[in-house]
């Protein structure tokens, strides 16, 4: 097929795509917030005999128009019924849900867990999916995890619930979830949560799909809202799989739950036909959500403030800065290490030494030669002093509670 001469002289052609695919050419209109594979076909064409079949006759002309844009020119063009399997498909999309009216699920979260999130955002927190090809045609937010039976012995559902609240499940111990009433264990006294929900805390409602509006507005509530209650800045994505507030107030507990709802996971996302922006990082939501004002990049990383003042180099050592603020542990930074003949030349300090003494070193860069050498160093100098050192990886970033739990408050978190 031969490319038109003059694509001026062809005027406009429709907002639509082409998916070619074997033996056949499938023509759809993109709709905000869907995925590709998701989208109405209005025509076909045949590659090989160079038929285009449009499923309506005031589509001939501009799709002709669209595919001579393509550099392909129709030999025939003829009107013609959409396949059984086709029009189921076009159904489905024709009523999945858009960004401004999500389809709510029964019986999900109740009302009074609702009432921990502002109305505006309480929409996106009762969405689900559809079944087929219809699940990936499904708007941000219609990506629920299918149900599983809480109440077998699930070792799936109890390994979740263990890592999310940090303390070994009480099997004998059974109630109905805080969040949605379903049958659920518990890994904290009176603390039950459902195998659904303990999945939707991990992955999130949410997913990004290049198109923003309200349901980002959610997303930035909820990653605001968590730097607030639970980590005094803003969380890493690690530390979102482990619930940090204290265990004595279980409506902070489900409000910091509900929030993990509201954050998508990136790696998870899913682009419309046309996105208006590629998905965004983890940094790119921290830094869209406004929790990361004074970031600079450099080489060691994103340069921030924490929340107490204190330089960081790292967001990864802002992390750490912000728990040990957040729980109240006296943390000074870049403390000096005692000099050595052989040992510390250089002036080598520490990340923080907490009230006791203890030094703390958040380690992020082992993968460097250099640096590596530096912190056997640093632990060679330590055990010399006898100096109490705690190491800290990005690998603990959602169990700090257990790395810090010898000066955090009775009772709390981990």
């Known amino acids: 097929m031969d490319a038109p001469v ?76 959409p396949r059984k399997e086709v029009e189921r498909h076009n159904l489905r999309a024709a009523v999945a849900p858009t960004e401004s009216s999500p ?43 299918p149900l599983i039976d809480d109440a077998a012995q699930n070792p799936y559902y109890r390994r979740a619930l263990d890592s999310l609240f940090g303390t070994p499940v009480d099997p004998a111990e059974r109630g109905p979830c805080r969040l949605c009433g379903r049958s659920a264990q518990s890994a904290r006294p009176r603390l039950f949560c459902c195998h659904g929900c303990c999945a939707l805390a991990r992955n999130g409602v949410l997913r990004d799909n290049g198109e923003d509006g309200a349901w980002t507005e959610a997303i930035v509530y909820a990653l605001r809202r968590l730097a607030e209650i639970e980590f005094s800045g803003p969380p890493s994505l690690a530390q979102l799989d482990r619930v940090c507030v204290p265990f004595e107030d279980p409506d902070v507990i489900d409000e910091a739950m509900l929030c993990r709802f509201l954050v998508p996971r990136p790696g998870s996302t899913l682009l419309s036909a046309r996105p208006a922006r590629p998905a965004r990082t983890w940094t790119e939501w921290l830094g869209y959500a406004g929790l990361l004002t004074d970031g600079v990049r450099t080489s060691m990383g994103t340069a921030t403030t924490a929340t107490d003042g204190h330089l960081c180099r790292s967001l990864f050592e802002r992390h750490v800065d912000d728990f040990l603020h957040h729980w109240g542990v006296a943390h000074d930074p870049e403390p000096a290490y005692p000099r050595h003949p052989e040992l510390n030349t250089t002036g080598l300090r520490a990340d923080w030494r907490l009230a006791d003494g203890t030094f703390v070193e958040a380690l992020g860069l082992m993968t460097k030669e250099a640096y590596a050498a530096k912190v056997a160093r640093k632990r060679e100098l330590a055990r010399h002093h006898r100096l109490r050192l705690v190491t800290v990886t990005a690998e603990d970033l959602d169990r700090l509670s257990e790395v810090f739990a010898d000066w955090l408050p009775k009772g709390s978190a981990g």
């Open 6 to 81: 003059d694509l001026e002289a062809l005027g406009s052609f429709p907002d639509a795509l082409i998916v070619a695919g074997a033996g056949a050419w499938s023509i759809r209109l993109p709709k905000p917030g869907m995925s590709r594979d998701g989208l109405p076909e209005v025509g076909w064409l045949d590659p090989d005999s160079g038929t285009l079949t449009v499923y309506a006759a005031p589509l001939a002309e501009p799709l002709t128009v669209l595919l001579r844009r393509h550099g392909v020119q129709p030999l025939l063009v003829t009107c013609g019924a």
């Open 103 to 145: 389809v709510s699920c029964s019986s999900r979260v109740t009302a009074a867990a609702q009432r921990l999130i502002p109305k505006p955002h309480r929409r996106w927190l009762n969405v689900k999916p559809y079944d087929g090809a219809a699940r990936a045609a499904a708007t941000a937010g219609n990506l629920l995890p």
